[in-house]
């Protein structure tokens, strides 16, 4: 079952299979990322990819599409300066430069009630080329 019912102003409905991965991602660690599309025929998000707990963060750049747009979820851990470990949830909003207008608009404007279900994620980023997302910038925003 999903949540449909969208239009212009609200965007696409979410799979209720997006909101349990992404569940899984956030409390059991199931994940390292997830990438989710909008499917234009059901008219929802829903997951794309999910990445295993060892892949590495090349692994989920390299997975994003080169030319469309792409909603993702990234959980980075990293070592504090008091030498202890932290996570924190980053969502992406990928929109590269070269994909189509229509692309571009769906994913615009489904981005912030997709963005509403997703409790519990720390950082946003918007980013058209992997430069703006890069590892040093998600490494910045976390500490």
Same mark, same amino acid.
């Given at each position: 079952m999903s949540s449909r019912g969208a239009?212009?102003?609200?965007?696409m409905g979410v799979a209720e299979h997006s909101k349990s991965t992404y569940l899984e991602l956030q409390r059991k660690k199931a994940?390292?990322?997830l990438i989710f599309k909008i499917d234009e025929n059901k008219r929802e998000v829903v997951v794309e990819k999910t990445g295993a707990p060892s892949e590495s963060y090349d692994d989920f750049t390299e997975s994003l599409p080169e030319a469309d747009c792409r909603y993702a979820v990234?959980?980075?851990?990293?070592m504090t300066s008091e030498n202890c470990?932290? +996570? @924190?949830?980053?969502f992406i909003a990928w929109s590269?430069?070269?994909?189509?207008?229509? +692309? @571009?608009m769906?994913?615009?404007t489904s981005k912030d009630r997709f963005r509403r279900e997703l409790k519990g994620i720390h950082y946003e980023l918007q980013a058209t080329e992997l430069t703006e997302m890069d590892l040093e910038v998600i490494r910045?925003?976390?500490r």
């Open positions: 239009n212009a102003s609200s965007g994940f390292r990322y990234y959980d980075f851990d990293f470990q932290k +996570s @924190k949830i980053f590269p430069s070269v994909s189509r207008i229509h +692309s @571009k769906l994913y615009a910045e925003r976390a």
